[in-house]
């Protein structure tokens, strides 16, 4: 497949048609049409439903067209970082994990952009699938997570990690009344997870029976959760604001310790831009 090609048909979708594309593009609608027949053919399927006033994706219009952003955004950065990498401008894409550990990262970030006016950085936040999966794809440089990993994949620098296990509770919840709970006390309740797919072997492994009644990916949708009366949210102390005066919600931390790791990682089998090697300079000199 032709980048420019597929430029042409993301175009055509933001648009939502060929003529308002060809407009945008500066090509001839008889010559966007033709490209994106070829591009069908190459494919040997339809991307689009034809005879709607707007474009209509297929279901195979669908999934490239997600499929194209990702790429695109992917030779975006590639250039971008390789025309930066001699003076020190371009972009740095970074999964994070939600956690308040993130300082030395933040203070290296603030380094980092004050001296190089010209670079920007990403956060993207996630659990660990999601922040790895990007990681391995190319779209992240950086992937920031929690807990254990493949050492055989990934390159890492260790983080301290200070942040503290417990569990986001209604006002008022019986857990608020124990001195220094524990896990297996939470246990008894229905209870809120995140998505990551480890969270189970790390965190309950060895534990009894207990309910699993939703998951989440980020704090924010669980927490609406949780003051509906849902369930209570297995997370990381600091995430979710609660000491506030009309906060609706409590952190209770368990009495157990977090012996949970904290990293950075990058894959071992790809080369760094001279940006990305800059931030984690920045990093180590603020973990010594």
Same mark, same amino acid.
């Given at each position: 497949m032709d980048i420019r090609v597929l430029n042409y048909f993301v175009t055509i979708v933001q648009t939502k048609s060929i003529?308002?594309?060809?407009?945008? %593009?500066?090509?001839?609608?008889?010559? @966007?049409?033709?490209? +994106?027949?070829?591009?069908?053919?190459?494919?040997?399927?339809? =991307?689009?439903?034809r005879g709607s006033r707007e474009?209509?994706?297929?279901?195979?219009?669908?999934?490239?067209?997600?499929r194209a952003i990702e790429i695109l955004s992917l030779v975006d950065k590639t250039a971008s970082s390789i025309r930066g990498s001699e003076n020190l401008a371009g972009d740095i894409y970074i999964g994070a994990a939600e956690t308040q550990s993130l300082d030395i990262v933040a203070r290296a970030v603030k380094k980092l952009t004050v001296s190089y006016p010209n670079i920007r950085i990403h956060i993207r936040s996630g659990n660990a699938d999601d922040v790895l999966e990007r %990681?391995?794809?190319?779209?992240?440089? @950086?992937?920031?997570? +929690?807990?254990?990993?493949?050492?055989?994949?990934?390159?890492? =620098?260790s983080l301290p990690n200070r942040d503290r296990w417990g569990v986001l509770v209604p006002k008022n919840h019986p857990l608020t009344k124990y001195k220094q709970p524990s896990l297996a006390d939470a246990l008894a309740?229905?209870?809120?997870?995140?998505?990551?797919t480890t969270i189970d072997e790390s965190l309950l492994a060895g534990f009894g029976d207990y309910r699993i009644v939703a998951t989440y990916n980020l704090l924010y949708n669980a927490s609406i959760l949780v003051?509906?009366?849902?369930?209570?949210?297995?997370?990381?102390?600091?995430?979710?604001?609660?000491?506030?005066?009309?906060?609706?919600?409590?952190?209770?931390?368990?009495?157990?310790?977090?012996?949970?790791?904290?990293?950075?990682?990058?894959?071992?089998?790809?080369?760094?831009?001279?940006?990305?090697?800059?931030?984690?300079?920045l990093v180590r000199e603020e973990l010594k």
């Open positions: 003529s308002n594309a060809a407009q945008a %593009l500066h090509v001839t609608q008889p010559t @966007l049409s033709r490209q +994106i027949k070829e591009l069908e053919e190459e494919l040997g399927t339809v =991307l689009f439903h474009i209509q994706l297929t279901d195979d219009g669908q999934y490239l067209y997600n %990681l391995n794809r190319g779209v992240y440089d @950086l992937a920031i997570t +929690i807990g254990p990993y493949d050492i055989k994949k990934y390159n890492h =620098l309740y229905p209870l809120i997870v995140s998505a990551q003051k509906e009366g849902v369930g209570i949210a297995l997370t990381l102390d600091g995430i979710i604001e609660t000491d506030f005066k009309d906060s609706k919600l409590d952190f209770v931390p368990f009495a157990e310790d977090n012996l949970d790791s904290l990293q950075i990682l990058w894959k071992k089998q790809s080369s760094q831009s001279g940006l990305t090697k800059k931030f984690l300079e």
